[in-house]
């Protein structure tokens, strides 16, 4: 991850932040994916 104080880029730990885009563009998915990704410890931007 970018850092400890960072849960996604942009995304400091322990601030409210807002995805806001039209519907159907997968903003659930990431919410999803980032969920999974905070409780698992693993990074999901590394390929």
């Known amino acids: ?3 400890i104080g960072n849960v996604f ?3 400091p ?3 409210v932040g807002s ?3 039209p519907g159907g563009t997968g ?3 990431l919410a999803l994916q980032l969920t ?3 409780a698992s410890g ?3 931007l590394s390929f």
């Open 1 to 3: 991850m970018s850092g």
């Open 9 to 11: 880029p942009n995304f």
């Open 13 to 15: 730990a322990g601030m």
């Open 19 to 21: 995805l806001i885009s």
């Open 27 to 29: 903003k659930s998915t």
């Open 36 to 38: 999974v990704s905070v």
């Open 42 to 44: 693993i990074d999901m």
